[in-house]
């Protein structure tokens, strides 16, 4: 199984600052044959369903502010909150599907400072 | 609008068996491949299990904490799918959410039931 491991596993941002948090994989998960990343990333805010914000490690969901990018290639990515907001208060997965069983990240949980 | 609605959740001794339901709408249920992912309390999330369309062979595939206690199923006509779980543990106590599966992850979840295995 490919093992997916986040850092920090929490991070304090002030409102406006920039978050970042990074994501690992056990092994490579880009696809050759068509250069895509198998990589998404959820968005778990208190008391509710997680919720998918981007997928192929950089193409945000419809709907999902700017203010979120991701980034990376082979087995390291990253989640940019630019400027952070305070609805943006939750925990973050990432997972990959490049293969069965599809495996997620312990999460990182993002509060305000 | 995509709406995935769980029931089926509740106490249930160790060793005791629950069906959970999924009732999907405003999706063309046919050809999603349909996936469980659970949580326990304060943790993160786990992929359960999945089946596939029947256009892409109905085959299920399970994690390997639950392979050959839990069965996932769907019923076409009726746009549910079905996470059937026996011999259950007190591992198993989470909170079970219904996903669509496509080729970008797993893009609409529901509200989720949660299971409670104790004694």
């Known amino acids: 199984d490919i093992v997916m491991t986040q850092s920090p596993d929490s991070l304090a941002v002030s409102l406006g600052e920039r978050a970042t948090i990074n994501c690992k994989s056990s092994?490579?998960?880009?696809?050759?044959?068509?250069?895509?990343?198998?990589l998404a990333w959820y968005q778990q805010k208190p008391g509710q369903s997680p919720k998918l914000i981007i997928s192929?490690?950089?193409i945000r969901d419809s709907g999902v502010p700017d203010r979120f990018s991701g980034s990376g290639s082979g087995t390291d990515f990253t989640l940019t909150i630019s400027s952070l907001q305070a609805e943006d208060v939750a925990v973050y997965y990432c997972?990959?599907?490049?293969?069965?069983?599809?495996?997620f990240g312990q999460g990182t949980k993002v509060e305000i400072k | 609008e995509v709406q995935l609605v769980e029931s089926g959740g509740g106490l249930v001794k160790p060793g005791g068996s629950l069906r959970l339901s999924c009732a999907a709408s405003g999706v063309t249920f046919t050809n999603a491949w349909m996936s469980w992912v659970r949580q326990a309390p304060g943790k993160g999330l786990e992929w359960v299990g999945r089946v596939k369309s029947e256009a892409d062979g109905g085959t299920t595939d399970y994690a390997a904490p639950v392979k050959g206690r839990f069965t996932v199923s769907r019923d076409d006509s009726k746009n549910t799918l079905y996470l059937q779980m026996d011999s259950l543990g007190t591992e198993d106590t989470a909170v079970y959410f219904c996903?669509?599966?496509?080729?970008?992850?797993?893009?609409?979840w529901g509200q989720g039931t949660l299971v409670t295995v104790s004694s």
């Open positions: 192929w490690a950089s």
């Open positions: 092994q490579n998960i880009l696809y050759s044959s068509n250069n895509k990343n198998y």
């Open positions: 997972q990959q599907y490049f293969s069965t069983p599809q495996t």
């Open positions: 996903t669509t599966e496509h080729s970008i992850g797993f893009d609409h």
